[in-house]
């Protein structure tokens, strides 16, 4: 399944015309019909935008598989010491590193909440201090 057969899915699967979702998306009819083709893919700006208008991740988006948790976590990680120990121009600082790991948790945690929903859980989510 191609990007454009997922995101045509997504369309579907959210009940709206391919019309309303350009114009909510600012994306012109005629490039979109070029992802249809394969003439052209979406940018990764409009890749990131779709994908939270429909609140999948990019790699589903790209791929068509989502990445585990744990995989996440180890790449998360190794960005980090990589960056840090990095001779480069920019260095991340402890508020951004706090800020990308705060990100991943919340990213988690509405993994979490949507796979509940999708299974048809209605007890309540308790999470302790540490998840969040």
């Not at 899915?9 to 998306?25: D, P, S, V």
Request: aromatic share 10%.
């Amino acid at each position: 399944m191609t990007i454009y057969e997922r995101i045509e899915l997504l369309i579907k699967n959210m009940g709206i015309t391919k019309k309303k979702f350009c114009a909510e998306l600012g994306i012109s009819t005629g490039n979109f019909g070029d992802w249809k083709r394969g003439k052209s893919t979406p940018s990764s700006n409009k890749l990131i935008d779709i994908s939270q208008y429909f609140n999948v991740s990019l790699d589903w988006l790209m791929t068509g598989r989502e990445r585990r948790s744990e995989q996440i976590d180890d790449h998360l990680e190794a960005y980090l010491a990589h960056i840090s120990s990095q001779k480069c121009s920019f260095k991340l600082s402890a508020h951004e590193v706090a800020f990308i790991r705060e990100y991943i948790q919340f990213s988690q945690y509405r993994r979490k909440l949507k796979l509940m929903s999708e299974g048809g859980n209605n007890t309540a989510l308790h999470l302790d201090s540490t998840e969040l």
